[in-house]
């Protein structure tokens, strides 16, 4: 096995079945795997698995006590935009951009800790980092933690079921790893504290920022529009946490071969290039995987890259001090590059 394959935690079904392909679990081995992963009774090591699923589950009574007591449709409005807009183009900026693919660099740690905290925290970056640097060594591929082929159910339980790192690293792989999530400015356990909690963050400076980050933008939507707003916009934020577990399922077109030329220019996965993603989030997720490592993925004019356009600003006014731009690439490598192919197809046809 390489390294890559050995990073995530092999889910008790396996990565592969015994011809060598990626194996598809049925409905109970995920949902017995799910069970037991989030089980923390049975092993504390199971805290990291099991914390998105906990927030979730904080933010549920919110979301009752919102519809039984403050509902309206401004509200119900603003629940959408904040869970849809600013919740899923955070998730591009920081933990796509920044935490996993470094595509730009902020100019000084406190505008790193703003960013990362800009919304209601309900992902650690420790489970979407590592997960996402297999994904694209091995998309839609076995290993991948969260390959599309596989189905819907395995994509939306994968960041329980696939997503968490290998407990039994070595010492000098271990320190490998964790220098994935280092730039984050995570507080990363020493190999011994990792043996023992089975993470790359430490459990107390994950639940300490979690409380920090809550206590903030509770008071903060209470200011501004009191229970109501507060109750709504953090219900928005569980819904797109929800909602974002099926993303790789429908952005790698549902495990079937949709690509569309002229638009999707990457075919070495299934990914594909999506308007409500793209205009929501930045997300052109076929572009991404063509230039993973680009801070813009809205490469064409009808294009909106938001992500891109937060950063970009931040670039201006000097919170960002670098950061890399594929569009150009992008530009040469396929679009002219296919205008003077198809250019010269209809000169020798003429001939």
């Known amino acids: 096995m390489t390294f890559i394959e050995e990073v995530l935690q092999s889910p008790s079904y396996g990565w592969t079945d015994e011809q060598g392909k990626a194996y598809k679990p049925t409905r109970r081995e995920i949902l017995s795997e799910f069970f037991s992963r989030i089980n923390v009774v049975k092993s504390k090591r199971n805290w990291i698995s099991a914390i998105g699923w906990f927030w979730v589950l904080c933010i549920m009574p919110m979301f009752v006590i919102f519809l039984t007591n403050f509902f309206s449709w ?62 694209h060594a091995k998309s839609d591929e076995a290993y991948d933690p969260y390959n599309s082929r596989l189905g819907l159910m395995y994509c939306f339980f994968a960041d329980t079921n696939h997503q968490g790192v290998s407990k ?60 109501g707003l ?73 294009q909106l890259d938001l992500a891109w356009v937060y950063i970009y600003v931040l670039s201006k006014i000097g919170m960002v001090s670098k950061y890399r731009d594929s569009k150009k690439l992008f530009y040469k490598q396929h679009i002219h590059k296919s205008k003077s192919t198809s250019a010269k197809k209809t000169a020798a046809a003429t001939r």
Do not use: C
């Open 230 to 302: 507060a109750l709504a916009l953090f219900s928005g934020a569980m819904l797109w946490v929800v909602g974002v577990r099926a993303f790789n399922y429908t952005g790698h077109g549902h495990g079937e071969d949709k690509h569309v030329d002229g638009v999707d220019f990457d075919r070495t996965n299934l990914s594909v290039n999506q308007w409500r993603p793209g205009y929501l989030s930045g997300e052109w997720h076929n572009n991404h995987h063509l230039y993973p490592g680009s801070a813009r993925s809205g490469f064409l004019p009808y």
């Open 74 to 135: 401004w509200l119900v409005l603003a629940l959408f935009v904040y869970g849809m807009l600013i919740m899923s183009t955070h998730g591009t900026i920081w933990y796509h951009r920044y935490a996993t693919h470094k595509a730009y660099e902020f100019s000084h740690p406190i505008w790193r800790f703003i960013t990362q905290n800009l919304v209601v925290k309900l992902i650690p970056e420790e489970m979407y980092t590592l997960s996402h640097h297999v994904h």
């Open 168 to 227: 039994t690293l070595s010492d000098k792989d271990y320190h490998k790893v964790a220098g994935m999530i280092s730039h984050t400015g995570v507080v990363t356990n020493s190999y011994k504290q990792y043996q023992k909690w089975g993470s790359i963050a430490n459990p107390y400076y994950t639940l300490g920022l979690w409380l920090l980050n809550w206590s903030f933008w509770y008071g903060a939507f209470f200011l501004i529009g009191g229970h």
